[in-house]
């Protein structure tokens, strides 16, 4: 096993440059003490940087760009670098605006002032500076006491905690489950962080942790507003590639020749520690030739040759190969790709407001033959069928789809893992790529390097996959009646349909811990539905200039069901024939069904 000294997964941003120069600086408060972690962004583009601990930034700017400094409790200041290397700024402590209305739990609107818990509001603005394919990592920093995690890989979901707990995500006054795939950060208007119980009592125990309140857009110019928005990021390597030793090659006490790749020949194991690379020696290795002692042929070969005419070590031997070294990861990774696109239609007249979006988003894994697609469309209108009395509808529909999307973990499944950590660099991928299957016997057995635990990576690229097909609906009404200046009433119903179709298909002689090596195939079908519907009365009267009353009564139902059908074969009779009647052995089925409801009476 490899020695890692640094593992610092982050991606690296890859831009065209041209005259550029190094820019330095500090950021401090009004006091002149420093602030650590201070976001650095180049305006229109996701590319940045953060304070240190000493509350210094560098970054590499041509000269002409505007740097924006953003920083939780503080005014963002936006400045031209104009061709200067140094630029020291001083951020204001922002002072709230107690008079500004935030929206809390059931869509009730209030000012601050008047909130007796924690609240914090992130404008969308912010959310879609940074290209993305998952708006919540754009969440990043943005509010106190919300943790959010970034991972780096395709198709990974960010997990949130505020004040270490999960928080509900309500979206226009509706909880949902969502991973914030089906949630593009162009159409968010704003979020507001409600923390702790008091914040989202009217929420029941799904809100007692906390929730995330999004609201989307909707029509603001008067007349007709069209909009078109695309960003594009490439991301290659890492920030800092793993340090791993590249001295010696697979084996044991500098001594190594293969044979099976299972402990057959010469240290021909899992461990990292044979022969030392690049000194002008020969070895037998997994792509070394075949030669009859008997004849002289030589064969070309791939992989090992158990159960072939080659196993007979009394008449054949592998031939010894230059042992040198190779640089696999970078070899390995591609240049990922992250692109969105957004078209907006709105329309505000005196009565009529409209407003239409379509939304879409492609990423291109570093792990060859890795993707995902995802986009929808929204659609919102608001009319006012008398002066105190408003009607409004939005549905929205949202896909994903990702015909093969890449496995993580401490795993033999996670290309990482097997490249990092187990593979010498004495094996060259190049040749992996090249040859997935040992000769003769494709489809029952993968050319490798190593038969105890470790796939050729190429092999599982063109051969496993594990698609995810999701379709999301959601619809919402909501009717409100201003009976009077100071009483209002509110209903509203809504209903989300969440269905997931995956499968996956496993090849014959996969390797891993959990699945087969006489191949699988797997089929999940999901379907979620959600339906809400509350009515909401509120009062407020001032009793004098400094106090006021204000109360809120209502009611909610709360109905959810969970169906989710899996079927899988155990083993398969034909290599590749991905059918539950290619089974070796009786089919696995499994049915579950779940339903929940909640009544809620509140005030």
């Known amino acids: 096993m490899k020695s890692i000294a640094i593992v610092l997964w982050c991606l690296l941003v890859a831009q065209w440059t041209y005259g550029q120069q190094k ?19 180049i305006k229109g583009t ?21 740097l924006v400094f953003s920083y939780v409790g503080y005014e963002t200041r936006e400045l031209n670098v104009d061709n200067r290397t140094v630029l020291d700024v001083v951020l204001k402590q922002e002072i709230e605006d107690m008079d500004e209305v935030v929206i809390t739990a059931i869509g009730i609107k209030q000012q601050k002032k008047k909130i007796g818990y924690s609240t914090e509001l992130v404008d969308g603005g912010v959310l879609s500076q940074i290209p993305t394919v998952n708006a919540a990592m754009s969440l990043a920093g943005q509010v106190a006491g919300l943790q959010v995690s970034s991972p780096t890989g395709i198709f990974q979901t960010p997990e949130f905690e505020l004040r270490g707990k999960t928080p509900l995500i309500v979206v226009d006054g509706v909880p949902v489950e969502t991973d914030f795939f089906d949630i593009s950060s162009a159409n968010i208007e704003s979020i507001n962080v409600l923390k702790g119980t008091a914040a989202s009592a009217l929420y029941g125990a799904r809100g007692k942790d906390g929730a ?29 590639f793993p340090e791993t030793q590249h001295s010696y090659g697979a084996g044991l006490n500098g001594q190594y020749e293969f044979w099976d790749g299972a402990g057959g020949g010469v240290q021909d194991g899992d461990m990292q520690w044979g022969p030392k690379l690049d000194a002008g020696l020969k070895i037998a290795q997994w792509n070394s030739p075949i030669r009859d002692k008997v004849t002289g042929e030589i064969i070309p070969w791939w992989g090992n ?16 190969i230059d042992w040198v070294s190779h640089d696999n990861l970078r070899n390995f990774l591609g240049t990922g790709i992250v692109s969105n696109s957004d078209l907006t239609f709105a329309y ?88 997935h299957w040992v000769p003769g016997m494709e489809g029952y057995r993968q050319a490798s390097y190593n038969y105890g635990w470790y796939n050729n990576p190429y092999f599982v690229i063109e051969n496993f996959s594990q698609r995810h097909d999701r379709n999301v609906l959601h619809g919402q009404l909501r009717l409100n009646y201003q009976i009077l200046p100071n009483l209002n009433v509110q209903g509203r119903a809504s209903l989300r349909n969440y269905a997931l179709y995956e499968d996956m298909k496993i090849p014959k002689s996969y390797m891993s811990r959990s699945e087969p090596r006489e191949g699988e195939y797997r089929i999940w079908n999901t379907n979620r539905m959600n339906v809400d519907a509350d009515i909401l009365a509120s009062y407020s009267q001032s009793l004098t200039d400094e106090i006021g009353l204000t109360v809120n009564v209502g009611s909610s139902v709360f109905y959810r069901s969970f169906r989710e059908e899996y079927m899988s074969t155990d083993g398969l009779i034909v290599p590749e024939v991905y059918n539950m009647s290619n089974s070796q052995n009786p089919v696995t089925a499994e049915n579950t069904l779940t339903e929940k409801s909640i009544r809620s009476v509140y005030g």
């Open 212 to 240: 995330l309140l999004i609201t989307t857009k909707s029509a603001q110019q008067d007349g007709v507003e069209i909009n078109f928005q695309t960003n594009n990021m490439f991301t290659a390597g890492f920030c800092v």
């Open 348 to 435: 505000k007249g005196a009565r009529a407001r409209y407003y239409l979006t379509l939304q879409y988003a492609y990423q291109k894994g570093q792990v060859p033959n890795t993707k995902l697609n995802s986009g929808g469309l929204t659609f919102k209108a608001s009319y006012d069928l008398a002066n105190n009395v408003q009607l409004d509808a939005s549905l929205s529909y949202n896909k994903v789809l990702s015909p093969n999307y890449p496995r993580y973990g401490y795993q033999p499944y996670n290309h990482m893992y097997n490249i990092l950590l187990w593979m010498g660099d004495d094996v060259d991928i190049e040749e992996l790529e090249k040859h």
């Open 46 to 66: 996701g590319l940045g940087t953060a304070t240190l601990v000493d509350g210094t930034y560098s970054l590499t700017v041509t000269g002409k760009e505007t």
């Open 305 to 320: 040759v158990e159960g072939t005419q080659y196993d007979d070590r009394s008449r054949y031997e592998r031939v010894p």
């Open 23 to 41: 820019l330095t600086g500090t950021v401090k408060d009004e006091n002149g003490e420093v602030l650590p972690g201070v976001n650095v962004l």
